[in-house]
């Protein structure tokens, strides 16, 4: 019997063990991420919604000429801190497609809070055209989509720089360090106080990818606070039922042992 | 159970055993209850609206186009709503009944902002269909409002249940008046 | 003409269903007084697991298709829509994504426990045939599942997946043809996936009720692999085993909810959350992890239909396992050989895992190769050949003997006391 615990234990460390090997594949020969502390670490870290505004002021600043989010709506503002009426005027400054009007012709409106974000372009081959042949992919969901998430995404923002000696670059690329292959067709676009954020944060490139970084894993991991919560209850609740189950167990088996 | 006991020691210390275990076995089946209840809930809250159904567009309909005595139906929340532009007799015909006679007892100007739009669901309360009225050369039913045909109920000017087995009046939505010449419903 | 069945039941509404349609005797014969080994361990409770394991799923899975759109243009967004918009959809896609891997990971330790304790040697063949059946099901459920999101890795898994067939020589490229739908992975095979992935569950519930019809004719092995001898050796099915599946099935739920609530994406893939592009295949496509051992074998061999046969081969050679081991001894704890083969067996399936996950190059394709070569080694020579040559421990008297040892002679009422309680 002790023995056979002994084996079973051993097969699931080694069942373990793989597993644990299974990001690292998927990295590939990328250069390691480094890791970037954001408040929603940890099994019990939240986001910070100052953050996630000031992110969310990123995007729209500068991500949001190329990158779409078609998967929020300007609804999703309010879940980080914005008020009805702080939401309502930030869509009202994007246009966006509506119709067919009575008379069957499309026309441009102020966004509504039940609008999804503008996307930048009609379409990909459009969005192509205008980006010398690269995507610039959606963002809604890229931190669960990028090996290292939001750690990667901050990596690849603050990555950018002059190619080492005898690098090859190619025609409109850009060298990165954190991009796998290091050649990016996205250019560096943070700048240093190319965003002003209302509440004094200074606008360095860290603060900037840092607070982007942190809206694009809320973007893409919205119920992720919600379901944290949940889960420490749920395990509490199964860990004294467990205990319950168990001595109801011994219980029942006292008389057999 | 009580011979089980027996051979286990003496009385009083198996007695005490026996209710620890009960004690234990319905604390542990009140936990399971409670788990099983709370398990439940997400699978039959995922069926009620989703959040992208409750932030729904609100429609705008333009006013300017609709002439005295004509109507439009406009689609909103999935269903339709009518828009009529009414004529000064039909609003005299619509205040002038005593509310006495009514089945649901509304005055017409609770029911309207300005006196001439009015703007119902045009669902009908009895089961659901869409009243027949909109088109000019529709049966508008023996109050000139709206007639269901599938059950036979009529509705007034004011969009009030007046015979049939409806039991109330058609229904008014929120909306506003944006401009003089434009609501938003919702 | 059949007359109405006799009940024992006190309370008269359970008594006149009970006389008519005799559900209650049943229950009461097959999860009440069923005689159950009195020994089992721990290991002995996966069954029930997976039982409520693919209750969850179909549970999840129905709701889950209430807000699905199976359409390549709809599909992803839609799945995105359920992790957002929908009340508690994302707590129903994780459980059910999840639920696959904890499918899995409880069905493997059973397969297991069948193999270390001989669940499978007679007279269980037909019980461990249709266990096969059900893990053949699994796959194929669990495989149209992953296609259904339309990430990356569906489309591309659905494509390298389905082209397997294509090495059958002449009808292969028709066969393909025909399960796309098409010339290519698109729509129609996206559809009638998702027809197949929810029907195929109800038929596993079908051939799980055969398992358990199969598996109350038989009754239970257990840890030492002899028969009960008598009323001593068996315990009542309730409460002892209730109550004891109860406990692991509250440690399943703790695991299954660390998954769910603090790690959801971490036996997935992120290329899944990119959606599918049929012009770009990602860098390095793998399945799910389940899927590794197998996918392992099939890229250890250098020629296509070779590794699809041996890979299909690899769960077929299940079915013929209660023939291939020939020792009439059911338990590796009395078979001081075996044990030590098998647990290499259980390691280098480990192996094969880890192998399937690594670029099909190098080192990789050796190590898959020298482990397909012992997964296969095993079943076809080493089983056949030890039950011939090895010497088993001896198999004790009775399975009261060994669980009542150290308290000297059993006594009487201590023995009898289980038929009490029946």
Known sequence: MLRFRNLLGALVLGAGALLSAAPARAAGEAVAIPDTRFSFDGIFGTFDRASLQRGFQVYKEVCSACHSMHLLSYRNLLEIGFTGDQARALAAQFQVMDGPNDQGEMFERPARLSDRFRRPFPNDQAARAANNGALPPDLSVIVKARPGGADYIHALLTGYSDPPEGFQLGQGMNYNKYFPGHQIAMPNVLNPGQVQFADGTEGSVENMAHDVSSFLAWAAEPELEQRRRMGVRIILFLVVIGGLTYAVKRKVWADVH | MAEAVVSHGTAPEGGAKETRRDFLKLTAGAFAAVGVGAVVWPFIHSMNPARDVLALASTEVDLSPIATGQAVTVMWRGKPVFVRNRTPQEIEQARAVPLGELRDPQPDQARVQRDNWLVVLGVCTHLGCVPLGQKPTDARGEYGGWFCPCHGSHYDTSGRIRRGPAPLNLEVPTYTFTSDTQIRIG | ?422
């Open chain 3, 1 to 422: 003409m059949a007359g109405l069945h006799q009940s024992d039941f006190k309370n008269p509404v359970v008594r006149w269903i009970d006389t008519r349609l005799p559900v209650f005797t049943l229950l009461q014969k097959e999860y009440g007084t069923f005689p159950t080994p009195r020994n089992f361990n721990y290991l002995w409770n996966f069954g029930a697991l997976a039982i409520v394991n693919l209750l969850i799923m179909i549970a999840t899975g129905v709701f889950l298709s209430m807000n699905y759109t199976a359409h390549t243009a709809y599909a992803f967004d839609s799945v995105e829509r359920i992790m957002r918009d929908v009340n508690y959809g994302w707590l129903l896609r994780y459980v059910h994504s999840n639920g696959a891997s904890m499918f899995f990971i409880v069905v493997y330790i059973h397969i297991w426990r069948g193999l270390w304790y001989g669940s499978y040697k007679a007279p269980r063949e037909i019980l461990w045939m249709l266990g096969v059946v059900i893990f053949l099901l699994m796959m194929a459920t669990a495989f149209m599942g992953y296609v259904l999101p339309w990430g990356q890795m569906s489309f591309w898994g659905a494509t390298v997946i389905t082209n397997l067939f294509s090495a059958f020589p002449l009808v292969g490229q028709h066969i393909v043809t025909w399960l796309w739908g098409g010339f290519s992975v698109d729509n129609p095979t996206l559809n009638r996936f998702f027809s197949l992935h929810y029907l195929l569950p109800f038929v596993i519930f079908g051939v799980v009720f055969l398992h358990i019809a199969a598996l109350h004719i038989t009754g239970s092995n257990n840890p030492l692999g002899i028969d009960p001898k008598g009323p001593q050796d068996t315990l009542p099915f309730h409460p002892y085993y209730t109550i004891k599946d109860s406990v692991g099935l509250i440690v399943y739920f703790i695991v299954f909810a660390v998954l769910v609530f603090f790690a959801p994406n971490y036996l997935g893939h992120p290329d899944n959350y990119i959606p599918a592009n049929p012009l770009q295949t990602p860098e390095h496509i793998v399945p799910e992890w389940y899927f590794l051992p197998f996918y392992a074998i099939l890229r250890a061999v250098p020629d296509k239909l070779g590794g699809v046969l041996l890979m299909f081969g690899s769960i077929a050679i299940l079915f013929i396992l209660p023939w291939l081991d020939t020792s009439g001894v059911r338990s590796m704890r009395f078979r001081p050989i075996a044990r030590w083969f098998l647990l290499l067996w259980g390691l280098n399936f480990l192996l094969l895992m880890w192998a399937g996950g690594k670029p099909a190059e190098g080192i990789y394709v050796t190590i898959a190769r020298l482990a397909t070569v012992y997964y296969f080694l095993y079943f076809l020579v080493i089983l056949p050949l030890l039950g011939r040559l090895e010497r088993p421990l001896k198999l004790p008297e009775s399975i009261a003997a060994p669980v009542l040892r150290g308290g000297g002679p059993v006594p009487a009422g201590a023995a009898a006391k289980p038929m009490e309680k029946a």
